[in-house]
């Protein structure tokens, strides 16, 4: 049993396309992230969330627009794909009422944007 | 804004031996966690050790421990007994708390590499 799960793993697409990309958590964790790994493998947060709402927005391009429809679910739409896009795509959770709780990761979701 | 830094892009040991990953990080604050995560090729990110900056004690676990010193804002990872499994990305990384509003800030990465 994955305790968080993405999907898709990998994914490819041309320039300027939209997609998508699934996370959800089974452990019952009231806080989601999405965590950004570049080419040369630095890992940056983008967004987290607690119960549906968002809490960090860490300068993320408008064309990124996390959605959680509720709190085991924290999805990544991405606009009009750019090269510099291309990265792998972290999702993760975290008890909310602890501090310095670790983190859950999912397996990543590796994008390339041709 | 705090800092994390990691100095050894790569290392690697013959397997048995032990290895010392070097952390230093930068903040002005006086209570804050740190932690090491490891990412083996399979790319999931794991939690190996946590340490809670009020706490004197080294943390360990198993084979894993940690040289923490708070005033020089160091924060090492000691790998006792290295095993072909432990060979992996391994990151620093650092948080402030604040109730479901911590993120973590990361460290670049030392890939170790454990030869057999």
């Known amino acids: 049993d994955t305790a968080v799960s993405q999907t898709p793993k990998y994914l490819v697409t041309q320039m300027g396309n939209d997609k998508s990309i699934k996370c959800e958590q089974n452990l019952g964790h009231d806080t989601m992230y999405w965590y950004k790994q570049d080419s040369k493998k630095f890992l940056k947060i983008m967004f987290s969330?607690?119960?549906?709402?968002?809490?960090i927005n860490e300068t993320v391009p408008n064309r990124f627009s996390p959605k959680s429809p509720d709190k085991a679910h924290l999805n990544l739409h991405i606009n009009s794909l750019e090269l510099g896009d291309s990265a792998v795509y972290f999702c993760?959770?975290?008890?909310?009422?602890?501090?310095?709780?670790?983190?859950?990761f999912g397996s990543g979701t590796q994008l390339s944007v041709l | 804004a705090q800092t994390v830094t990691q100095s050894q892009p790569e290392m690697s040991v013959q397997e048995a031996e032990t290895v010392t990953l070097s952390c230093t990080y930068d903040t002005s604050e006086s209570n804050y966690y740190l932690f090491w995560y490891k990412q083996p090729p399979s790319r999931q990110m794991i939690l190996v050790i946590r340490?809670?900056?009020?706490?004197?004690q080294n943390a360990t676990e198993n084979r894993f421990s940690v040289n923490f010193q708070k005033a020089a804002k160091s924060f090492s990872l000691k790998i006792s007994d290295s095993q072909l499994g432990d060979t992996a990305m391994y990151f620093c990384a650092f948080t402030l708390p604040n109730f479901g509003n911590e993120k973590l800030t990361f460290g670049t990465g030392t890939r170790l590499t454990i030869i057999p």
């Open positions: 969330y607690n119960n549906k709402e968002l809490i």
């Open positions: 993760a959770s975290s008890r909310r009422h602890l501090l310095g709780e670790k983190l859950f």
């Open positions: 340490q809670e900056a009020y706490k004197q």
